[in-house]
């Protein structure tokens, strides 16, 4: 669900959010209308604002971990962690973690790619937040999710600062609440 | 310098709460695996406070942070700090139009990449990676920093191996850690 239809609707942080993404035309390829956050992680206050929103929505739920997808996860999921006391797991492409690890595959359009996570870093019964910069498909964050129950975790929520428009009108992602602060935006000229 | 040496309380938790995999990504080397610190909550917090306490108020309005470990300091940083974050890449992640500094690996090389127009001239900036070990990827994060224009005022790493001497591979720019591991 966007935050606008749950209990944010007319913030005028998110406006802001919004315009503070760069939209970068045919990246990585023809066609790709790339949703770019750095330029959000360059302005402060919308940066901060961005953790904010979700700190404020997650910070009385029980919530013990953050697991963040590499690697602009890994740009939001600390922030929101270190602010409600949660610890953070990141959540990382094949071979990066050191020692054993959990694997899970998901599908690409062409192809299929891992996410690994380590033994030991989540316990049963956990209350698990997943945290990416954007969702698309959904392919990656399903595979979050997988990985997370796969240990015993609940996972409470999957949160991204961008939803595309596959996910508009749909509040679950395999049966999980997913929340969203904006939609992607268009840019002006398109070449 | 390092707080390692200053003794502050917070320091052992952190050291101990790293965790060394023998033999990863390949026989002989010891890994410094900082994973472990981010399951503790308030290791955690403290690291990131120890390199708040030092940088607030000194005017700095850049953070940099290297891919990928870097993303996991750097950003907490930079909000406690009012600064902005930048995110220093592998080749081929970031869209649009980047400036790169190519560096030396054991075998090979790599290169680092950051965006045209994140930083500006005049600017003061920290670099923030998990670990410095030899020094070639901070060194080549400088080097971007520097080539648009802005000062770097400081390295910061939670780890140094000063065996490896990455130290004095730093063009004369300060370095400041948390911990050190011989």
Not at chain 1, 2 to 27: C, K, M, T, W
Not at chain 2, 41 to 48: E, L, N, S
Not at chain 2, 131 to 144: D, E, H, S, V
């Amino acid at each position: 669900m966007f935050a606008a239809e749950n209990g944010l609707r007319g913030d005028p942080r998110l406006q802001a959010i919004s315009e503070a993404i760069r939209v970068v035309p045919h990246f990585p390829k023809q066609g790709i209308m790339f949703q770019d956050i750095t330029t959000l992680l360059l302005n402060h206050k919308a940066f901060k604002d961005t953790v904010d929103i979700f700190v404020d929505r997650y910070r009385d739920m029980g919530i013990s971990v953050v697991a963040g997808v590499e690697a602009r996860g890994f740009m939001f999921g600390p922030s929101i962690a270190l602010a409600i006391g949660a610890k953070f797991v990141p959540l990382r492409k094949p071979r990066k973690l050191p020692g054993k690890v959990i694997s899970e595959a998901y599908e690409l359009e062409y192809g299929a790619d891992c996410l690994e996570m380590h033994v030991g870093a989540v316990q049963p019964g956990e209350r698990a937040l997943v945290i990416d910069d954007l969702v698309a498909t959904g392919g990656t964050l399903s595979a979050a999710i997988r990985l997370l129950e796969r240990v015993g975790a609940e996972v409470v929520e999957c949160a991204c600062v961008i939803g595309l428009p596959e996910v508009k009108g749909q509040h679950k992602l395999n049966g999980k609440p997913l929340y969203v602060l904006v939609e992607p935006r268009e840019i002006d000229d398109c070449y | 310098m390092s707080a390692y040496t200053d003794e502050d309380p917070r320091i052992h938790a952190i050291k101990t709460q790293i965790r060394v995999v023998p033999n990863f990504p390949k026989p002989g080397i010891m890994f410094q695996d900082i994973t472990t610190l981010l399951l503790d909550p308030k290791a955690f917090k403290d690291t990131i406070d120890l390199f708040v306490e030092r940088y607030k108020g000194k005017n700095i309005s850049v953070v940099a942070g290297i891919e990928a470990r870097g993303f996991i300091f750097g950003p907490p940083i930079a909000l406690a700090i009012g600064a902005k974050f930048v995110p220093l890449r592998k080749p081929r992640k970031l869209p649009g139009e980047v400036i790169f500094e190519e560096y030396t690996l054991e075998y090979g090389k790599d290169r680092l990449e950051m965006h045209v127009g994140a930083v500006e001239p005049g600017e003061r900036a920290l670099v923030v990676d998990d670990l410095i070990a030899t020094g070639g990827t901070l060194c080549a994060a400088m080097n971007l920093l520097e080539r648009v224009g802005a000062e770097v005022v400081e390295c910061a790493c939670v780890i140094e191996l000063p065996d490896l001497q990455g130290r004095q591979r730093l063009n004369g720019k300060p370095l400041y850690v948390l911990v050190e591991y011989h």
